[in-house]
């Protein structure tokens, strides 16, 4: 479900907006009023109320009123004007939701002005993408029997129109696509690895572990049995043991929940000093080696914890990849996008599967916005980071360099090709945190570098309940 459904459902949980006249008293509409502009790009009152309440119900959803009212003191029944986040300076919600808003355009903006001068662009796709959302709100106009005109203003305030939506829209398509090519177009060099890893070796060792809970029971007179299987398990020798006494628990008398597994996992050490828990401390202890186990006793059950491995590197393998993804909202129904993906798969075997040709059909088809920079390139892809469709074809041990195929999931129709393999898996996390760093470094540059005006007279039109 996309942000306007959730939006909907918010909406119709939550009192009724109460509605602002359409007219400012400059005899102006919301959306004729400036309010952020910059050399290639206006900001409208409509806009910016648009994206305030598109942020405010969006908050709404992802955390329940009961949340919100818990976490931030908001209460949805309430007009934002009327309840205070800082009662001291007389900061209101509504202040508060509309200067994020505001900082948010402004930012939009200047990316907006970076890709403007870089040739970026919204191209077919991104068009296709943007009407299949205005025609969301259309349906969900008609479905609640009102024209789209009514819909908007009934979501978002009276005076926000179809346009207010479709531009703001079309700033921040254009705006993640430019932070997504900075994102693609950022290299990293082993120096910049290696001086990353210095700064701290210890967050990158990863340890296997298998871990089995033991749920206590409601009868007392059990728990000594549990705990005493609990002590069993700390005290076994191998990993063999570990999983034979879980075995003999799951089949015991005083067992409560046999669903439980023995479970194994990788964990790397990168949980903040302050949130580590003794678990955390205990698996990358310098005490702690392969075989060493740990009790952890809860009020409701106890886990006994099993060091499988060394604290090292993660080597794993991981692989570069390129694809195409086709969904429903820019191809249409799942014929329409799996003819499609054959379309093109077969415009790229008719090229002699050249890879050039290849970046350029995904720059052109791809609805993954942030690929179409890296011409459908994805370096350092781990086991387990894709769907499941994806993952078990992409480790396929059989799978040779520059294997490709379509694959249907939940998301569309995928062209996968297979390139070579990338990094082992510890320099992953280095890489992304130095694209990471490198993008807000741009960001940063373009809001210094792009002059974004905020008109403060014309602020006070943005409307609200």
């Not at 003794?278 to 186990?293: Q, R």
């Not at 078990?392 to 041990?397: K, P, S, T, V």
Request: one cysteine or more; charged letters at 30%; hydrophobic letters at 35%.
């Amino acid at each position: 479900m996309n942000k306007l459904k959730r939006t909907l459902a918010v909406l119709l949980a939550v009192a009724t907006l109460v509605m602002a006249l359409s007219l400012c008293s400059c005899g102006k509409k919301i959306s004729e009023i400036d309010v952020i502009t910059s050399e290639h790009y206006t900001v409208s009152a409509g806009m910016l109320t648009y994206l305030l309440y598109d942020s405010y119900y969006y908050y709404v959803n992802y955390f329940g009123s009961e949340l919100m009212k818990l976490y931030f003191g908001i209460d949805t029944a309430v007009s934002l004007k009327e309840q205070y986040s800082d009662e001291t300076k007389k900061t209101t919600w509504f202040d508060v939701f509309k200067q994020d808003a505001v900082d948010s355009f402004c930012n939009a903006l200047s990316l907006c002005e970076a890709a403007h001068k870089a040739g970026v662009t919204l191209n077919d796709v991104d068009k296709k993408y943007l009407e299949s959302e205005l025609g969301e709100i259309k349906s969900m106009a008609e479905e609640n029997k009102m024209t789209t005109a009514e819909y908007i203003e009934f979501i978002y305030t009276d005076g926000v129109t179809e346009e207010d939506v479709k531009k703001s829209l079309e700033i921040y398509r254009l705006a993640n696509k430019m932070r997504y090519k900075d994102y693609s177009d950022a290299t990293v060099s082993d120096t910049e690895i290696e001086n990353v890893f210095n700064k701290n070796k210890e967050q990158y060792l990863c340890r296997d572990v298998i871990y089995f809970e033991l749920v206590l029971s409601n009868e007392s007179e059990n728990n000594t049995g549990i705990k005493e299987y609990a002590e069993k398990l700390k005290n076994a020798k191998t990993e063999e043991e570990f999983k034979n006494l879980a075995a003999e628990f799951l089949a015991s008398d005083i067992c409560v929940d046999k669903k439980k597994t023995v479970t194994s996992e990788s964990f790397q050490n990168n949980v903040a000093e302050e949130e580590k828990t003794d678990v955390d401390e205990w698996m990358f202890a310098e005490g702690t080696v392969k075989g060493s186990t740990y009790l952890y006793e809860g009020n409701a059950s106890c886990v006994v914890y099993m060091a499988t491995s060394e604290a090292a590197l993660d080597v794993s393998v991981t692989k570069d990849i390129y694809t195409i993804l086709f969904t429903s909202d820019v191809y249409g129904s799942d014929e329409e996008m799996k003819a499609k993906a054959e379309a093109v798969y077969k415009e790229w075997e008719e090229s002699g599967k050249d890879m050039a040709k290849f970046r350029e059909l995904a720059a052109k088809y791809t609805t993954d916005t942030a690929s179409v920079y890296s011409g459908g390139l994805y370096e350092n892809v781990a086991e387990g980071d894709l769907i499941d469709e994806l993952n078990d074809w992409l480790f396929d041990a059989t799978l040779e360099n520059g294997a490709s195929t379509i694959i249907k999931t939940s998301f569309g129709y995928h062209i996968m090709v297979y390139s070579e393999e990338g990094e082992p898996a510890w320099k992953v996390p280095i890489i992304e945190e130095i694209k990471d760093t490198k993008t807000t470094d741009a960001v940063q540059y373009y809001a210094e570098t792009y002059k974004v005006t905020i008109i403060e007279g014309n602020i006070k039109y943005v409307k609200g309940e």
